[in-house]
């Protein structure tokens, strides 16, 4: 059973280019997590998705920041305009959100993303 | 005042060792308590899931829950050097986010 899986591992874009980050949950999982994690610093919560759904935006920028979790496809995370201070590991997660209403959160490996 | 605080570390400790990592929250509504390893430039693991208060042994690991003090704790036993990594805890009231502790860097020398 394969993992979260994110792509690309590494991004490097100058700044005011776009960052497109990928996210494939694990399979029989519907609810997806971005985190971000600066460096030496834990995760910060962004966003938490259901398909076609944005349950809570909370952690999200409100400005060049968007996410989507279509029907069909991985999540994307949209940054716009990049600053160097968007430099950073992006984590996906993925819950299947049993009955018990778990939060057991499974990671994938991060996109790192890198602004010149 | 971050809503959870994590010893920051580092901890270096020899093989063998028992290591004992700790958190404290103030939002008395998390019900549900994680521990994550992280290895460098790699995604957080799950250790540790925790609901409510207690305790929850799984082989070396131990964690510990009080809610009545706000206070986690994990404990890992005969620490072997594979288990030098970054401690995550993490707290969550059920509605899917989670909140993260800065994070625990530990060693374990041979």
């Known amino acids: 059973n394969a993992g979260v899986m994110q792509n690309p591992r590494h991004l490097v874009r100058r700044r005011g280019q776009e960052a497109r980050l990928r996210c494939s949950p694990m399979?029989?999982?519907?609810?997806v997590y971005w985190y971000r994690q600066l460096p030496e610093e834990g995760l910060k919560f962004m966003v938490y998705?259901?398909?076609?759904?944005?349950?809570?935006e909370s952690g999200m920028p409100k400005e060049r920041f968007s996410a989507e979790f279509p029907k069909e496809g991985p999540s994307i995370l949209r940054i716009q305009q990049v600053v160097r201070g968007d430099s950073a590991a992006y984590f996906c997660a993925s819950s299947p959100r049993d009955r018990g209403g778990t939060d057991t959160q499974y990671f994938g490996p991060g996109t790192r993303l890198t602004v010149l | 005042q971050k809503e959870v605080e994590q010893d920051p570390g580092p901890l270096s400790v020899p093989e063998g060792a028992i290591v004992s990592l700790n958190c404290t929250y103030s939002?008395?509504?998390?019900?549900?308590f994680m521990w994550y390893r992280q290895y460098s430039r790699k995604g957080p693991e799950l250790l540790m899931y925790?609901?409510?208060?207690g305790n929850k042994e799984d082989g070396r690991f131990t964690a510990q829950v009080d809610k009545s003090s706000k206070y986690i704790s994990l404990f890992i036993r005969d620490s072997q050097p594979s288990d030098s990594a970054t401690y995550l805890c993490a707290m969550s009231e059920g509605s899917g986010k989670s909140t993260f502790g800065d994070g625990t860097t530990l060693t374990v020398k041979p």
């Open positions: 998705l259901q398909k076609e759904n944005i349950i809570d």
């Open positions: 399979k029989g999982h519907s609810h």
């Open positions: 925790t609901y409510s208060s």
């Open positions: 939002n008395s509504a998390f019900q549900y």
